[in-house]
């Protein structure tokens, strides 16, 4: 039997199937290719939020994707290398990540009734559903930021 969540948010249908995790949230926009390492799976763009910190097998949500085509292959690689986000949530996707996230086999959601990004914070455990459009929080993580992840 799944828990009540605590609260929910709505948006239109995603992709793939629904998942439950830990978030791992950004405030910084988000290109597979350049802000992470991908052979560690960690970010490596100094400036970015979670520098050295990996999204692997995490719910990561962020404001925007940035930049190119690379991103959807980008993605790819990461999932081959089991490297991957869980899932992506953000606040508007672009046609490249959407396609990123389909190519991987990634759940994806955007365009939520509320802001993801504002509204959850890492260590967070959330359920997405992108076929029911809709991301649940289910319980509130330590205040404390998590552990870092370091990538193999």
Not at 63 to 70: E, F, L, M, S, V
């Amino acid at each position: 039997m799944s828990r009540p969540p605590i609260t929910a948010w709505h948006g239109p249908a995603g992709c793939g199937p629904a998942v439950e995790g830990i978030a791992i949230v950004s405030h910084h926009g988000f290109n597979a290719r350049y802000d992470l390492d991908r052979e560690r799976g960690t970010f490596s763009r100094p400036g970015h939020d979670l520098f050295g910190e990996s999204p692997a097998g995490r719910i990561y949500v962020f404001t925007t994707p940035k930049g190119g085509i690379a991103t959807s292959w980008a993605l790819l690689d990461l999932r081959e290398r089991g490297l991957a986000p869980l899932a992506l949530v953000c606040r508007r996707a672009n046609p490249v990540v959407w396609q990123g996230a389909v190519l991987a086999g990634m759940p994806m959601i955007d365009r939520l009734n509320e802001d993801p990004v504002t509204q959850l914070r890492s260590g967070d455990r959330v359920r997405l559903d992108p076929q029911a459009g809709t991301l649940e929080l289910l319980e509130r993580g330590s205040m404390n930021p998590l552990p870092r992840m370091k990538g193999p």
